[in-house]
């Protein structure tokens, strides 16, 4: 069951002539815009989601286009200045957190929000050769020698993954602001650090992470999720594992241009909603580890107001802002 998430807490294209036995009309195609590059978060959010809606029969054909530069902000010009009714750009979280810190200058108020689909739960995450068994084993680390532990993310000083980390040391009684972060472009580089050893440990989104974790290549030490996951039931809660108080969930979701018409808006909107009802999408959930949600138009907006409120006040204790 998907959660409908509202206020605070979260080339204009052909339509087929002919609508669906469910009363969905069929979407022609859609191009996927992912402001970073392959085996990110948001490459595996469109990608999945694409699949899901062509498998489905919801979308007759979906592209994808990776664009990497500017912590995501070289998309967002992009989609702004061709103004393409035929294209919807993944993004999630970070759009908030860059947009407050400057790091590019336009913000989500700058694009047309289609909707928010799914959440992903933070991680920390290390390889299954450290001697690091537990979230506790890493604190200690920390709190004997900050320097001698690098963590890194796949976002850029002060972003999504380096707040999670600083929130999730905080909350274990450390000082947050000595953390030794490394940033990455995107979660792609970012694992791949991990596994050669550059970094001794990770701060991640669990789909990026779940899959090497089920092959044994990294050991996820907790989940920012008020309780247990489904998926990765053996790993415990931040809160469990002595980070009391942390909680944290990354939205992913689509943009679209800022000129595109009432109706294809309405349509890309309409084939989202309907995709949680198909085995496509419940394969693709369930490959990620993903959290569903399903907030569109309005609610959307009203949403990234109150996130926005908070991250900021968030970023500001941790000294982000």
């Given at each position: 069951m998907k959660t409908i998430?509202?206020g605070a807490a979260v080339?204009?294209?052909?339509?087929?002539?002919?609508?669906?036995?469910?009363?969905?009309?069929?979407?022609?195609?859609?191009?996927?815009?992912?402001?970073?590059?392959?085996?990110?978060?948001?490459?595996?959010?469109?990608?999945g989601t694409g699949e899901?809606?062509?498998?489905?029969?919801?979308?007759?054909?979906?592209?994808?286009?990776?664009?990497?530069?500017?912590?995501?902000?070289?998309?967002?010009?992009?989609?702004?200045?061709?103004?393409?009714?035929?294209?919807?750009?993944?993004?999630?979280?970070?759009?908030?957190?860059?947009?407050?810190?400057?790091?590019?200058?336009?913000?989500?108020?700058?694009?047309?929000?289609?909707?928010?689909?799914?959440?992903?739960?933070?991680?920390?995450?290390?390889?299954?050769?450290?001697?690091?068994?537990?979230?506790?084993?890493?604190?200690?680390?920390?709190?004997?020698?900050?320097?001698?532990?690098?963590?890194?993310?796949?976002?850029?000083?002060?972003?999504?993954?380096?707040?999670?980390?600083?929130?999730?040391?905080?909350?274990?009684?450390?000082?947050?602001?000595?953390?030794?972060?490394?940033?990455?472009?995107?979660?792609?580089?970012?694992?791949?650090?991990?596994?050669?050893?550059?970094?001794?440990?990770?701060?991640?989104?669990?789909?990026?992470?779940?899959?090497?974790?089920?092959?044994?290549?990294?050991?996820?030490?907790?989940?920012?999720?008020?309780?247990?996951?489904?998926?990765?039931?053996?790993?415990?809660?931040?809160?469990?594992?002595?980070?009391?108080?942390?909680?944290?969930?990354?939205?992913?979701?689509?943009?679209?241009?800022?000129?595109?018409?009432?109706?294809?808006?309405?349509?890309?909107?309409?084939?989202?909603?309907?995709?949680?009802?198909?085995?496509?999408?419940?394969?693709?959930?369930?490959?990620?580890?993903?959290?569903?949600?399903?907030?569109?138009?309005?609610?959307?907006?009203?949403?990234?107001?109150?996130?926005?409120?908070?991250?900021?006040?968030?970023?500001?204790?941790?000294?982000?802002?």
């Open positions: 998430l509202t080339a204009l294209i052909a339509l087929a002539g002919t609508a669906h036995a469910d009363g969905h009309q069929k979407v022609a195609d859609i191009h996927f815009l992912i402001p970073g590059g392959a085996g990110g978060g948001w490459d595996g959010t469109a990608r899901a809606l062509t498998e489905a029969g919801l979308v007759g054909s979906a592209t994808y286009e990776n664009m990497s530069g500017g912590g995501g902000g070289k998309a967002i010009a992009h989609l702004i200045e061709t103004d393409d009714g035929g294209t919807m750009m993944v993004n999630s979280t970070p759009i908030v957190i860059r947009s407050l810190q400057g790091v590019f200058p336009q913000s989500f108020r700058d694009l047309t929000p289609v909707a928010g689909t799914i959440g992903d739960y933070a991680t920390l995450v290390v390889n299954t050769d450290s001697d690091v068994q537990s979230l506790s084993d890493l604190v200690a680390i920390y709190q004997d020698d900050p320097t001698a532990l690098a963590i890194g993310g796949g976002s850029v000083q002060g972003g999504m993954d380096h707040l999670v980390a600083a929130l999730v040391m905080k909350n274990a009684g450390t000082d947050p602001a000595q953390i030794k972060y490394i940033p990455y472009d995107t979660g792609g580089p970012a694992m791949a650090a991990l596994l050669s050893g550059e970094i001794q440990a990770l701060s991640t989104g669990l789909g990026e992470a779940i899959e090497l974790a089920r092959q044994g290549e990294v050991r996820i030490l907790c989940l920012t999720s008020p309780e247990r996951v489904d998926a990765v039931a053996d790993v415990p809660t931040c809160a469990e594992a002595g980070s009391e108080g942390t909680e944290f969930v990354n939205w992913r979701g689509f943009f679209a241009a800022p000129g595109i018409d009432a109706d294809t808006l309405a349509s890309y909107q309409a084939a989202l909603e309907a995709m949680y009802d198909t085995d496509a999408w419940a394969e693709v959930r369930d490959r990620n580890g993903w959290v569903e949600i399903f907030n569109s138009g309005e609610d959307f907006t009203t949403f990234l107001e109150g996130q926005e409120e908070q991250i900021s006040t968030l970023m500001r204790e941790l000294g982000f802002l």
